[in-house]
């Protein structure tokens, strides 16, 4: 069974960061537009914890 290897680069978790960050916003952005809806919420949920993870793992520097 393969190990998980590490990133290649420093760059590599903080740009994912960045894209996270940025689908975070867009989605915020069309919930307050739209209004509450389950899946949105859901996802919404699903990136802050992404973003959480990628801040832990980069050491906060995101």
């Known amino acids: 069974m393969p190990t998980p290897s590490e990133p290649k680069s420093e760059q590599d978790p903080v740009q994912a960061a ?6 975070h916003k867009i989605l915020k952005d069309l919930q307050q537009k ?20 990628l801040a832990v793992r980069t050491g906060g520097l995101l």
């Open 18 to 23: 960045e894209h996270v960050a940025s689908a």
């Open 34 to 53: 739209l209004g509450n809806h389950p899946e949105l919420g859901e996802a919404i949920t699903k990136l802050e914890m992404a973003l959480s993870t």
